[in-house]
């Protein structure tokens, strides 16, 4: 009977070590909004600690850079803070990395609001450019450009400097780099953020470089830069895309 007691024992230890898997029986949602109804249950203590810190960063945020003369708006097929802000990053593109650079793309998707006339503020950069994208220089070929452009016409127009096209029904025409036609077996560098880099919002072409170089540098911060630089905000819509 012994011998018996002692075989059984490490299996019942056993069996009862065994984890059974977890099943969800019952689940329930409640809609929280977030807004002033939670400043009942704010941590004071905490709010307090944290006042000075938010009193600067206001005061940061709140600088002016430079000025806009008239209303900025990203609209299709081009616009002034459209063409301004592929403009700009042309600019600190070819500044930042000593190269000659041939075009830059910035999708619209990627312009976050409208900036009025008068001061232009960190803030205001921060809330056009919300996201930690990082400028990176692509070596596309010119056939890669012409494919680029095609997309370009498919959607309506993008952000893009140093680029001409005609846009007639959703095709790309008269397409020209720097007032030349794009010869398809050369190689051009283009200046875009690293999320597009990818091939994203519809930009596939972006995807197939031969060479990448990475910046590191936020293009959030290299506006703010430009603006600095040139503190008078404004870009004429010159035509660089035209629908007909």
């Known amino acids: 009977m012994k011998r018996l007691i002692l075989i059984l024992a490490p299996c019942l230890i056993l069996a009862a070590c065994q984890h059974r898997p977890l099943q969800v029986t019952?689940?329930?949602?409640?809609?929280?909004?977030?807004?002033?109804?939670?400043?009942?249950?704010?941590?004071?203590?905490?709010?307090?600690?944290?006042?000075?810190?938010?009193?600067?960063?206001?005061?940061?945020?709140?600088?002016?850079l430079g000025t806009a003369p008239?209303?900025?708006?990203?609209?299709?097929?081009?616009?002034?803070?459209?063409?301004?802000?592929?403009?700009?990053?042309?600019?600190?593109?070819?500044?930042?990395?000593?190269?000659?650079?041939?075009?830059?793309?910035?999708?619209?998707?990627?312009?976050?609001?409208e900036w009025p006339a008068g001061d232009i503020t960190f803030r205001n950069v921060f809330e056009l450019m919300p996201f930690d994208n990082e400028l990176v220089i692509l070596t596309l070929t010119g056939q890669d450009l012409l494919?680029?452009?095609?997309?370009?016409?498919?959607?309506?127009?993008?952000?893009?400097?140093?680029?001409?096209?005609?846009?007639?029904?959703?095709?790309?025409?008269?397409?020209?780099?720097?007032?030349?036609?794009?010869?398809?077996?050369?190689?051009?560098?283009?200046?875009t953020s690293d999320y597009l880099s990818e091939g994203n919002d519809r930009l596939t072409p972006l995807n197939r470089y031969s060479a990448r170089w990475n910046s590191g540098m936020k293009i959030r911060d290299l506006y703010i830069d430009y603006i600095r630089q040139h503190p008078i905000v404004s870009a004429p819509t010159d035509g660089r895309t035209t629908i007909r």
């Open 26 to 64: 019952q689940a329930s949602e409640e809609l929280i909004s977030i807004d002033t109804s939670l400043d009942a249950i704010a941590d004071s203590a905490y709010l307090t600690l944290l006042e000075p810190v938010r009193l600067s960063l206001e005061e940061q945020l709140s600088k002016p």
């Open 147 to 191: 494919d680029l452009a095609q997309c370009f016409a498919e959607q309506g127009g993008q952000g893009m400097s140093g680029m001409r096209l005609v846009i007639h029904n959703n095709k790309a025409e008269r397409v020209t780099l720097n007032s030349h036609p794009i010869v398809p077996q050369m190689l051009y560098r283009v200046a």
């Open 70 to 113: 008239e209303h900025m708006q990203a609209l299709k097929p081009e616009s002034n803070l459209l063409n301004w802000s592929a403009d700009a990053l042309l600019h600190m593109a070819q500044q930042v990395s000593g190269q000659d650079v041939d075009m830059s793309v910035v999708n619209i998707g990627g312009l976050r609001c």
